[in-house]
Nanobody, 131 residues
Framework: VELVESGGGSVQAGGSLTLSCSVS????????VSWFRQAPGKVRDGVAA????????YYHDSVEGRFTISRDISKNTVSLQMDNLNPEDGATYYC?????????????????????????WGQGSQVSVST
């Protein structure tokens, strides 16, 4: 599986950006995709995750109500729409993927993204937010 990100950049506080993650090597029906971010000097944190059915399953408290994760099956891409950005959102954003686990015969994605579960990483996209 290869993950290629696009859409990073610089915006002023209150602005918006959309990150896209193009997935190749497998379909979105078979891999669990999430977004992480890492600011300088800080640990990498999960930001958002989406289920195999295309339902958002997780948003970090700090982005709830401002970020939206979605997917386009026809393009095999997962997007992160980021609105009302603030300087604390400035970081390198990573698309991440792993395989679902099976419970009671059903394939599931971990609802909360964790680094220890991630197998594939995108190259990282820089997001800068100025005041």
């Amino acid at each position: 599986v290869e993950l290629v990100e696009s859409g990073g950049g610089s915006v002023q506080a209150g602005g918006s950006l959309t990150l896209s993650c193009s997935v190749s090597g497998d379909t979105l029906d078979d891999v669990c995709v999430s977004w992480f971010r890492q600011a300088p000097g800080k640990v990498r944190d999960g930001v958002a995750a989406i289920s195999l059915a295309g339902t958002p399953t997780y948003y970090h408290d700090s982005v709830e109500g401002r970020f939206t994760i979605s997917r386009d099956i026809s393009k095999n891409t997962v997007s992160l729409q980021m609105d009302n950005l603030n300087p604390e959102d400035g970081a390198t954003y990573y698309c991440a993927a792993t395989y679902p686990y099976r419970r009671l015969g059903i394939r599931r994605c971990h609802e909360t993204p964790q680094e220890s579960n991630i197998i594939y990483w995108g190259q990282g996209s820089q997001v800068s937010v100025s005041t």
